[in-house]
């Protein structure tokens, strides 16, 4: 069971940068994703989690309006499309999978049951 992270890296404080994460091992169909991020000195913090059929979603109000997370279960994979990148998004962002009951996503949970690793996102001048 593996989730792989890519696409993180450097961009300028306005830009864009899109995340993915592709599972493998097991179905990503049968979960609820979501993306963390961790800043130096600061908790991890749950940033957008989506539903399994991508019809609820949950965004941290930093990043209201300016992410969007969204799945390809085809593909077996997840993305995370951040617009207007601010410094303070600047972080190691972290994919996840978990169960969960029902189609709502009041929060991302703070222990899902998989993590990926994590990839650099720097947003600077």
């Known amino acids: 069971v593996q989730l792989q992270a890519s696409g993180g890296g450097l961009v300028q404080p306005g830009g864009s940068l899109r995340l993915s994460c592709e599972a493998s091992?097991?179905?990503?169909?049968?979960?609820?994703i979501g993306w963390y991020r961790q800043a130096p000195g600061k908790e991890r913090e749950g940033v957008s989690c989506?539903?399994?059929?991508?019809?609820?979603?949950y965004y941290a109000h930093s990043v209201k309006g300016r992410f969007s997370v969204f799945r390809d279960n085809a593909k077996n994979t997840m993305y995370l499309q951040m617009n207007n990148l601010e410094p303070e998004d600047t972080a190691t962002y972290y994919c996840?999978?978990?169960?969960?009951?029902?189609?709502?996503?009041?929060?991302?949970?703070?222990?899902?049951?998989?993590w990926g690793q994590g990839t650099q996102v720097t947003v600077s001048s």
């Open positions: 989506l539903s399994r059929r991508g019809t609820a979603s």
């Open positions: 996840a999978a978990f169960l969960a009951l029902g189609d709502t996503v009041p929060e991302c949970p703070r222990n899902p049951d998989y």
């Open positions: 091992g097991f179905s990503l169909d049968s979960y609820f």
